[in-house]
């Protein structure tokens, strides 16, 4: 299935399918900034904030990860994922340089079915290859309890909903 996004306001289709509230999550394998593989189970019995985006070299993307840094701290038994393109060591490298302890990368570098998976793949444009900026949050059992496609690839998530939903 396919969705359509903008892309400063051009039309992009997106592959895949999202999950949608209720839903269980789709298996996911990433690497993260240790090189290693992971997956959900990885995060097993925590609550999860996927922050997906296209790279944390974009204002946008830069902007929600420190969001998403700054609530984390007060979340309870919570882990927040930054998901992208980028190279373990590009988000490391961001994440030192800010002082971001709060949020882990994982990167679709070597997994890009993940894309596809999770229904993020940008499926034309310039920007194929990359994520779309979305973030779903799973419970401890790993079902959806939100989910957002943002629709204009320039703007922000809608935060408030998403920390909301983790009670």
Same mark, same amino acid.
């Given at each position: 299935?396919?969705?359509? %996004?903008?892309?400063?306001?051009?039309?992009?289709? /997106?592959?895949?399918? $999202?999950?949608?509230?209720?839903?269980?999550?789709? !298996?996911?394998?990433?690497? =993260?900034g240790?090189?290693?593989? /992971?997956?959900?189970k990885?995060?097993?019995? @925590?609550? +999860?904030?996927?922050?997906?985006?296209? =790279? %944390?070299?974009?204002?946008?993307?830069? +902007?929600?990860?420190?969001? $998403?840094? &700054?609530?984390?701290?007060?979340?309870a038994?919570?882990?927040v #994922?930054?998901v992208?393109?980028?190279?373990?060591f590009?988000? +490391?490298? $961001?994440?030192?340089?800010?002082?971001?302890?709060? *949020?882990?990368?994982?990167?679709t570098?070597?997994?890009?079915e993940?894309? +596809? !998976?999770?229904?993020?793949? $940008? !499926?034309?444009g310039?920007?194929?290859?990359?994520? *779309?900026?979305?973030?779903?949050?799973?419970?401890?059992s790993?079902? /959806? %309890?939100? =989910?957002?496609?943002?629709? &204009?690839?320039?703007?922000?998530?809608?935060?408030?909903?998403?920390? @909301?939903? #983790?009670?």
């Open positions: 299935m396919s969705t359509t %996004i903008t892309l400063r306001g051009t039309p992009v289709r /997106v592959d895949g399918d $999202f999950p949608g509230v209720g839903a269980n999550a789709p !298996a996911m394998t990433l690497t =993260s240790t090189l290693a593989d /992971v997956s959900l990885d995060y097993a019995g @925590k609550r +999860k904030v996927l922050n997906i985006y296209p =790279s %944390i070299d974009t204002p946008t993307c830069a +902007k929600s990860t420190r969001k $998403f840094n &700054e609530a984390a701290g007060g979340l038994n919570t882990v #994922l930054c992208s393109g980028d190279l373990p590009a988000a +490391k490298r $961001f994440c030192d340089m800010e002082g971001l302890a709060n *949020v882990a990368h994982l990167s570098f070597r997994h890009p993940f894309m +596809k !998976a999770w229904g993020v793949a $940008f !499926a034309e310039p920007m194929v290859g990359l994520t *779309v900026r979305a973030v779903v949050v799973l419970d401890e790993d079902k /959806v %309890i939100h =989910s957002q496609m943002v629709p &204009e690839i320039a703007q922000e998530p809608d935060y408030e909903a998403a920390l @909301k939903a #983790l009670g």
